[in-house]
Every structure is written in structure tokens, then in C-alpha cells.
């Protein structure tokens, strides 16, 4: 498996490098944002 982990703070353009990287390596992007909606569905009931 390859993993590539993107850090810095706040507005600092992490998903504009993911989504880049996605286009240049053709890996897939698995962002922060997504993993949080993923899991209040699982969670919670809206």
C-alpha cells in the first residue's frame, strides 16, 4: 500500500496538494472532511 500524508494548518491549500497528487500519482484521496460526513451518517440519524 503507498500513503501519502498531507499536514499543515488551517487554510493552508492540503487539499488543493491532495487533490494534485491525485491527479499526478493516480491515487486515490481520502480526505478529512469525507471521513467525518462518512461517519456522523453511520453514527447518527438525520
Do not use: D, R, W, Y
Not at 487554510?11 to 461517519?39: D, I, P, R, Y
Amino acid at each position: 500500500m503507498n500513503l501519502i500524508i498531507v499536514c499543515g494548518p488551517p487554510a493552508s491549500g492540503k487539499m488543493t496538494v491532495g487533490q494534485e497528487l491525485q491527479k499526478l500519482t493516480g491515487f486515490k484521496l481520502f480526505h478529512n472532511h469525507m471521513s467525518l460526513v462518512h461517519c456522523n451518517k453511520s453514527l447518527f440519524v438525520f
